[in-house]
T-cell receptor, first 116, second 113 residues
Framework: AQKITQTQPGMFVQEKEAVTLDCTYD???????LFWYKQPSSGEMIFLIY????DQQNATEGRYSLNFQKARKSANLVISASQLGDSAMYFC?????????????WGAGTKLIIKP | EAGVAQSPRYKIIEKRQSVAFWCNPI?????LYWYQQILGQGPKLLIQ????????DSQLPKDRFSAERLKGVDSTLKIQPAKLEDSAVYLC???????????FGEGSRLTVL
């Protein structure tokens, strides 16, 4: 069974609109972390935001916020006021267990295209 | 923070040939990962090093792929002989920051003809 599911293969969004990218996860480990990465066409994987399973508040980083709903096992990425430069692949990933393990489980990604 | 350096950025070879990729991670990071990312998919872990020892290579096709990390710093990933299905981007990463996020290099894009 997939541990990280991103149900949107692709999305088109008008510039300046907000966009929500979906991510659901599956784990029985009470300690885990959720990550979002951006991968532009250049290929580099860029870390955006992190949410720990014990964090009380939803993570925010500039225009990025994470809508963390633990009971539903979802960790959606919200990008406010989208820009043309936001066009990229977006990956959700999960780390199970202790910090020292560091291995990430990845979703299949969502291709986001921002229209001018 | 010096980042993660990878080379070459691009490589085109014919099937059955060999290729090697090099990674120089952020100084001081004991853990290093090699990922394979096929077009349209998420990264797949090939091998994880802790210093110069292998922590996990369960998904490394050992009949053709090999990796080493001499002196616990630089690492090389080799494919010999290459197959068409090895066409992918090979990403090197190390952990950084307090949340354990990974820092990636720009990747090495391999095309096997």
């Amino acid at each position: 069974a997939q541990k990280i599911t991103q149900t949107q293969p692709g999305m088109f969004v008008q510039e300046k609109e907000a966009v929500t990218l979906d991510c659901t996860y599956d784990t029985s480990d009470p300690s885990y972390g959720l990550f979002w990465y951006k991968q532009p066409s250049s290929g580099e994987m860029i870390f955006l935001i992190y949410q720990g399973s014990y964090d009380q508040q939803n993570a925010t980083e500039g225009r990025y916020s994470l809508n963390f709903q633990k009971a539903r096992k979802s960790a959606n990425l919200v990008i406010s006021a989208s820009q043309l430069g936001d066009s990229a692949m977006y990956f959700c990933a999960m780390r199970e267990g202790f910090l020292s393990n560091y291995q990430l489980i990845w979703g299949a990604g969502t291709k986001l295209i921002i229209k001018p | 923070e010096a980042g993660v350096a990878q080379s070459p950025r691009y490589k085109i070879i014919e099937k059955r040939q060999s290729v090697a990729f090099w990674c120089n991670p952020i100084s001081g990071h004991a853990t290093l990962y090699w990922y394979q990312q096929i077009l349209g998919q998420g990264p797949k872990l090939l091998i994880q090093f802790q210093n110069n020892g292998v922590v996990d290579d369960s998904q490394l096709p050992k009949d053709r792929f090999s990796a080493e990390r001499l002196k616990g710093v630089d690492s090389t990933l080799k494919i010999q002989p290459a197959k068409l299905e090895d066409s992918a981007v090979y990403l090197c990463a190390t952990p950084g920051g307090g949340t354990g996020e990974l820092f990636f290099g720009e990747g090495s894009r391999l095309t096997v003809l």
